[in-house]
């Protein structure tokens, strides 16, 4: 199996697992929604209000698990067709995802646990999921692919932060035990950094050059000893 090959794996494969803890939420929500369940105090505002939730979890989970080929090198470059057709996709799950985030923020009273703090981080990376998307498809109208996958790559880690903050959130539940107000914000802000952090790590490492096919290198060796 070649390198290529193995990150063509390894990468969607770990994208998605990491993204089945939000998607599983969204499913959930999605069902509590259509089966008719109790109204309480935690769900009241989704059932008086439920489209921004709905449109929110079907977006998220799509802008999760198809991105995940986006990170398959080889798969991209077989597929280029495929590659811009799910791009555009995925701008318009993004910036849906986003702008849902962004009212539900906004919009939605807010729970007993989000406090101001939370809500301005949430309001700021929802906000820069947006400008990533924006900067991103506006750099592939000029064909600059170097800025293009740059600001793609931070939009993702940001619209990916529910799963970092599952397991940040999680983390602290069993060490600490139930997060405040405060602790809670901190956490979530956290787990963004994080991503953003893995994202940046992304974005500027070398990049090794692709080594040439075999037929070449054979042609090269050949014309070497004449």
Sequence with gaps: MTTSTKWDKLIPAAIIVFSLIPVFGGVLRLTELGGGAEITPDNARFFASPVPVVLHAVTVSVYSLIGAFQFAPGFRRRRPAWHRLAGRLLVL?????ALSGLWMTVFYP????????????RL???TAWVVCIALGFAAILR????RHRAWMIRGFAI?????????????????VGTPDRLSKALLMLAAWLI???????????????RRAAGPVRAGLALGSTR
């Design 124 to 126: 700021a990376f929802g």
């Design 93 to 97: 799950c993004g910036l849906l995802g």
């Design 195 to 209: 991503n953003l952090a893995v994202a940046e790590w992304i974005i500027r490492r070398p990049v090794k050059p």
């Design 159 to 175: 619209g990916l932060g529910a799963g970092t903050q599952a397991v940040t959130l999680t983390a602290w539940l069993v060490a």
């Design 110 to 121: 807010k729970p007993a646990d989000v406090g101001v703090l939370l809500t301005g981080v």
């Design 143 to 146: 064909r600059d692919v170097t």
